[in-house]
């Protein structure tokens, strides 16, 4: 940036370099003054500069407005000096003489303070120093560098000065800085004079004593190092500028995007009740300024998008298309907005936060049913918790936000409970979220459960017989249970099944489903007999029971711990085969399982067995015996 | 040094010569039509006759003041309004006398150089 002037040459008028102007002011005072002696000088200065007004036009274009020191120079060498006047004219021929004159006048002007970059080490102050004092900055750069020993004062002193003071870089600045007056000889002699850095360190360096080598070759190295980082940054700067102007673009238009269709769906979707939130806003805001609020906090947000989708853009294309006047109606219409949002946020918030809490919806209600002799359970949905308790009667109780509840479906018919969770159509709601319902079911003679999907506990049960079908991703959760004999069925599905208590017959059957991948954990079930029929993948974890009868095949695992009879139906052994586990997971496992046995106090704990089957014979093998050779050599028998 | 000597005798010479022609040579321009100091300018750089175009702007002055040129104000489609300068009468009268100043000093020359 540098400062221009506007003047008035030849009768026209141009906008000039501050720099530019001095060079041609002086240029015309010293032809002024060479022509002193013949009769019209001013018409010929005045001749001169309807010339270089004429020039410079045809150098001017609408890309070009500002006549810059380089037009003037290149235009005075074009004009010629005074001194060329001579030779060619020959009137004044004591050229040397006046040239003479001009120096000794040059003594008359007053010095200041600059900082001399052109012959710098570090920032230029010893040497602006040493012009200024008219000495050797050798001495300066002395004094600096003693006292940083003396208590590090140079130190301070000297960045205080690189701070305050100015560095001399237009060529007026340099004479003053040398006390010349800014005659044309003294320009001629500066503008040659300034150099690229590289050429003026080199005619430093061979113009300087070796003493001046050694002090300066430091700084030379250092002002090498911060130029070739320079140059570095200036290549790397427009690629990160891309990128951050990128970024901008890119994220303020998303945010535009997410700000403008939210807005819109609030407008449009204001009424029906399941577009936004289970709470229709138009009711809750029939009292509101809606359409205000809405309207306040879209501003708000949307101007600091759109001012930040402005600066990437800026940043990016390098031209600022920014008017003032329209920073300053989108600034003051974004603080109107704010203001409005915030004021009608605190009025109204806590208004509305109370009707929504109180909305009947959402309030938390429980509805019983009445049921006789309940034997049998389908409970199939998504956030749905079935809880089974013992009791004398039968009962049914839901629980849970009335817009919840609303979905579930309760049917009996005869001695079958039905629970269903209906889905609601929450594709296009934005803030509708599902919360559990809780079923609390009491049943002394339930024998038959089917799970689909959702999650059951029965906790303390005691009887004689139930069934278990389990299927999609449910859960279920026995626990304390005293149950004679019971049929646990697999189906699709990864399903979690934990069992505690005592079951004395336990059968598991899995499907031969490939996406059956269940759990079934039954570490510290009692049970005499468990029955295993087992197809597909899934995991079944025992803990300690008497008997084990075992039809394995496909990926079926079974980890057991104890010392169980173990029997197996080798019918299938055309089918049942070695799965092989990874040592980790057998880690895992086992030591999972012997922390939970050795909770078990009382119980011999001894380390688990592994079972696996070929599908001839049935290996266990105990954890201390399972060395990577054993276990190779197995695997390669198979 | 010798050398140098001899240039600067040289350049003296070219230069005393070409000054002696030039105000001779600024009049035959202007007595072709009446014309401007870009053109004048042009017309001598084209010539060889000057060197840096400042050099035209005090010999016209002088000229003008000494009653062998006259001027007009013309406006011009670019820029400012341009000094036309035309011969008056004692102008071509001058122009006439260096004419034959001209022929005399070459055929004494031809001469010479025979």
């Known amino acids: 940036m540098k400062k221009t002037i506007s003047i008035n040459l030849g009768g026209q008028a141009f906008t000039i370099e501050e720099e530019a102007y001095n060079r041609l002011r002086n240029y015309l005072e010293e032809i002024k003054k060479h022509c002193g002696q013949n009769a019209d000088a001013d018409e010929v200065v005045s001749d001169i500069e309807l010339g270089m007004a004429e020039k410079f036009k045809t150098t001017l274009s609408a890309y070009k407005e500002i006549i810059t020191l380089d037009d003037v120079e290149s235009l005075i060498k074009v004009m010629g000096t005074p001194e060329d006047f001579d030779r060619e004219v020959g009137d004044n021929p004591k050229v040397g003489e006046e040239v003479k004159e001009d120096v000794i006048n040059n003594k008359l002007v007053k010095r200041r303070l600059y900082r001399d970059v052109d012959n710098r080490l570090l920032g230029g102050v010893a040497a602006g120093l040493g012009a200024y004092f008219e000495v050797d900055p050798l001495i300066f750069r002395l004094l600096f560098f003693a006292s940083i020993f003396a208590g590090g004062f140079g130190l301070g002193l000297y960045l205080l000065l690189w701070l305050i003071v100015p560095a001399a870089r237009s060529v007026n600045q340099k004479l003053e800085m040398n006390g010349e007056a800014p005659t044309l000889a003294a320009f001629e002699r500066f503008s040659k004079n300034s150099m690229a850095w590289k050429d003026n360190w080199k005619k430093r360096w061979q113009e300087s004593s070796w003493i001046k080598k050694i002090i300066s070759l430091p700084f030379l190295a250092l002002d090498c190092l911060i130029m070739v980082l320079k140059k570095i940054w200036s290549k790397l700067w427009p690629a990160i500028r891309f990128i951050f102007g990128f970024g901008f673009i890119c994220f303020s238009l998303l945010a535009l995007g997410i700000i403008g269709v939210s807005s819109l769906y609030a407008i449009l979707e204001a009424h029906s009740v399941y577009r936004l939130s289970y709470v229709p806003i138009a009711e809750i805001s029939s009292s509101l300024p809606f359409i205000w609020m809405l309207l306040s906090a879209f501003l708000s947000l949307a101007i600091p998008a759109l001012f930040l989708l402005f600066a990437g853009i800026i940043i990016v294309s390098h031209k600022n298309f920014m008017r003032f006047s329209m920073v300053a109606i989108l600034i003051s219409l974004w603080m109107v907005a704010g203001i409005a949002c915030i004021s009608m946020g605190l009025r109204y918030g806590p208004d509305v936060y109370v009707r929504v809490k109180n909305y009947p919806a959402l309030q938390l209600s429980t509805r019983q049913m009445q049921v006789n002799d309940l034997k049998k359970i389908n409970v199939s949905g998504d956030y749905i918790r079935l809880i089974v308790e013992s009791g004398a009667t039968s009962s049914v109780s839901v629980s849970g936000r009335n817009v919840d509840i609303k979905n579930v479906d309760l049917k009996n018919d005869g001695d079958t409970l039905s629970i269903n969770r209906q889905r609601v159509n929450e594709e296009y709601c934005l803030s509708c979220k599902s919360n559990e319902v809780t079923v609390t079911v009491t049943a002394p003679d339930l024998n038959y459960l089917k799970i689909n999907g959702a999650d059951v506990e029965l906790n303390k049960i005691t009887s004689p017989e139930i069934n278990f079908e389990v299927s999609k991703n449910s859960s279920l959760n026995i626990s304390e249970a005293k149950i004679a004999s019971s049929t646990l069925t697999l189906l699709n599905g990864s399903s979690d099944v934990n069992l505690d208590g005592e079951i004395k017959v336990l059968t598991v059957n899995s499907s031969k489903d490939t996406s059956s991948v269940s759990t079934l954990s039954a570490l510290s079930l009692k049970s005499q007999n468990i029955i295993l029929n087992l197809q597909g993948s899934p995991k079944i974890v025992l803990g300690n029971p008497e008997n084990i009868q075992a039809n394995l095949s496909n990926q079926a695992r079974v980890y057991y711990g104890g010392q169980p009879k173990i029997s197996g139906d080798l019918k299938n052994k055309g089918v049942m085969h070695y799965t092989k586990i990874s040592e980790t997971e057998y880690d895992k496992e086992t030591q999972a399982a012997s922390e939970k046995q050795d909770e078990n106090a009382g119980e011999e704990s001894k380390a688990p067995y592994r079972l696996y089957s070929d599908g001839l014979n049935y290996y266990h093998l105990e954890r201390g015996q399972l060395g990577d050779e054993v276990f190779s050599e197995m695997s390669e028998s198979f | ?114």
């Not at chain 2, 040289?10 to 002696?20: S, V």
């Not at chain 2, 035209?56 to 406006?75: A, M, T, V």
């Not at chain 2, 035309?86 to 009268?93: I, M, N, P």
């Open chain 2, 1 to 114: 040094m010798d050398q140098d000597n001899f240039q600067k005798s040289l350049d003296n010479a070219e230069a005393q010569m070409r000054k002696g022609v030039l105000e001779f040579a600024i009049l035959l321009v202007i007595a072709k039509e009446k014309t401007y100091a870009t053109e004048i300018i042009g017309r001598l750089l084209e010539a060889r006759l000057v060197v840096v175009e400042g050099t035209i702007y005090p010999l016209l002055s002088r000229l003008k003041n000494s009653g062998l040129l006259n001027y007009d104000w013309e406006e011009s489609k670019s820029g400012p309004p341009r000094k036309y300068y035309s011969l008056t009468e004692k102008g071509r009268k001058f122009l006439d006398g260096c004419q034959m100043q001209w022929d005399s000093l070459e055929h004494a020359i031809t001469n010479l150089k025979k």
